[in-house]
């Protein structure tokens, strides 16, 4: 082969490849993944702790590599990020696995629907990218995370029928100043004297919904 040619082919494959490597991709036998691919593990690691009866998550394996074309996974065309999880009404149970927090830039979560139980995590009020969080309908005990204080994005906030569960305290509540609408239907707020204040205090709420929440 000519000198010449052999030069430019060597630094042409050397740019196709570090551009698949910029774009998060596996580049393979001429086939680029989008799927970053340590999101891809964070990904196999939370359906490893989940009871999935229905084979609901089929979609979700190692040996698929691009993991933006699994079920309920959304990732940004240009970062290749995943952005969006919704799982919503797939019968999956179990606890909900701290994988989730690699996620770094998950801006929308839906696991309602389902069968989780167990506390409802704290480390979620760590995922502060999140404008949408919808954890309604499962089988959670205890007592609301006061970490939820810290999802200074949250537009959206579904906790409604989450299980037996309780507000302790709602100064969580007043720092989510963005909050456009929340659900807290069947959650017990008996304790709470000021929930008035609290949600007047949240100026862009425009749907609020305290169904069965043992308010006199």
Known sequence: MNPCLFLLFSLLLLLVTKTASQLGGDYRNG?????????????????????????????????EHDCCNWKGVTCNNQ???????????????????????????????????????GIIPSFIGSMTRLRYLNLSYNSFHRTIPLEFGNLTNLQWLYLGSVGSYRVDNLEWLSHLSHLEELQMDEISLAKQNHWVDVTLSLRKLSLLSLKGCELS
Do not use: Q
């Not at 990020?81 to 770094?104: A, K, M, P, R, Y």
């Open 79 to 117: 970062t290749c990020h995943v952005i969006g999880l919704d799982i919503s009404g797939s019968s999956l149970g179990g606890e909900i696995n701290n994988s989730l927090l690699n996620l770094t830039y998950l801006n929308h979560l839906d696991l309602s629907r389902n069968s989780f139980h």
């Open 31 to 63: 086939v680029t993944n989008k799927c970053l691919h340590k999101e891809r593990l964070d990904l196999l690691l939370f359906k490893a702790s989940l009871h999935d009866p229905n084979d609901t998550l089929s979609t979700w394996r190692s040996d």
